[in-house]
């Protein structure tokens, strides 16, 4: 079986997501409003869809990729 390159931007996005539902559970974060609290990560998810729905580059074939030597 081959492996796969890590996606660190799903790793970094589920960590977030996962302090946001615990941050939720537990009643909040010391001396934070929770008043905040859904406002914040309804922007902070905003932007994570926008960077997320940007669009990969492809090659453009005027480069062509290195070759590794053995």
Do not use: N, Y
């Amino acid at each position: 079986m081959t492996r796969h390159p890590a996606d660190l931007f799903s790793l970094v996005t589920g960590l977030l997501a996962l302090g946001a539902g615990l941050v939720l559970l537990t009643g909040g974060l010391g001396d934070v409003p929770m008043e905040w609290v859904g406002p914040l990560v309804a922007i902070g998810l905003g932007v994570v869809i926008v960077f997320g729905a940007r669009p990969r580059r492809e090659p453009t074939g005027d480069r062509v990729p290195p070759t590794r030597e053995a």
